[in-house]
């Protein structure tokens, strides 16, 4: 799986948007981008995944640069709810097995 | 539907005792993984079942085993417990075509 650089720390008002970048500038044709998060003590969260297409769900937006070498999570309205470490993986859709490598993530945190 | 189940919540060890971890995945889905979350360390693969074969392995030493069972219900083992391997002990379960993992909550065991 290619490696992920974000930044470890960015902090956020509420309400306002959170962007939380990541570099994957060795990913591969068939690696996915995806986004997890962890609120303190609990499990991670699955959030979105893309492969080349910016996509939108009912919790965030995903927006891949052309060359996919880096990617950007919105989160459109931050709460302080969404206080929490980002994860973003790159990974290969359908490989045998699910395995996920997790770095060191972004400690995002939505102040008042 | 309900969320992956993994118990005990908490748990207190002594050194070179043993422990079994339980988790049960989300109706349906076949695969579970397991994972260890150390501050150090921070979050790392140890294996994955699919079918009730392991799949994938992470680097860890052959203390940690696992097993799935026919309803995929899953558990793994630690033998011979060390101080460092008080973590938390994390559980995802996916269909095993898609690779969006849910996490349960986790297992917090102490080794004292």
């Known amino acids: 799986d290619a490696k992920t650089t974000q930044p470890p720390s960015m902090d956020c008002a509420e309400g306002r948007a959170a962007n939380l970048p990541c570099n994957h500038s060795?990913?591969?044709?068939?690696?996915?981008v995806y986004w997890y998060r962890q609120i303190h003590s609990q499990g991670p969260q699955y959030i979105i995944h893309?492969?080349?297409n910016n996509e939108t769900n009912e919790m965030a937006s995903l927006i891949i640069t052309e060359d996919r070498k880096s990617s950007t999570l919105i989160l459109p309205h931050a709460t302080l709810r969404d206080t929490a470490v980002y994860y973003c993986?790159?990974?290969?859709?359908?490989?045998?097995?699910?395995?996920?490598?997790f770095g060191e993530g972004t400690q995002l945190t939505v102040n008042p | 539907k309900a969320g992956v189940t993994q118990t005990p919540r908490y748990l207190i060890k002594t050194r070179g005792q043993q422990v079994t971890l339980s988790c049960s995945p989300i109706?349906?889905?076949?695969?579970v993984s397991w994972y260890q979350q150390t501050p150090g360390q921070g979050l790392q693969f140890l294996f994955e079942?699919?079918?009730?074969?392991?799949?994938n392995k992470g680097n860890f030493p052959g203390r940690f085993s696992g097993r799935q069972f026919s309803n995929s219900r899953s558990e793994m083992n630690v033998s011979t417990l060390e101080l460092g391997d008080s973590a938390l002990y994390l559980c995802?379960?996916?269909?095993?075509?898609?690779?969006?993992?849910?996490f349960g909550q986790g297992t917090r065991l102490t080794v004292v």
């Open positions: 993986i790159v990974r290969v859709w359908e490989t045998s097995g699910s395995r996920l490598t």
């Open positions: 995802a379960s996916s269909s095993g075509v898609s690779t969006e993992a849910f």
């Open positions: 109706s349906g889905h076949r695969s």
């Open positions: 060795t990913i591969s044709g068939n690696e996915y």
């Open positions: 893309g492969l080349k």
């Open positions: 079942y699919f079918s009730e074969t392991q799949r």
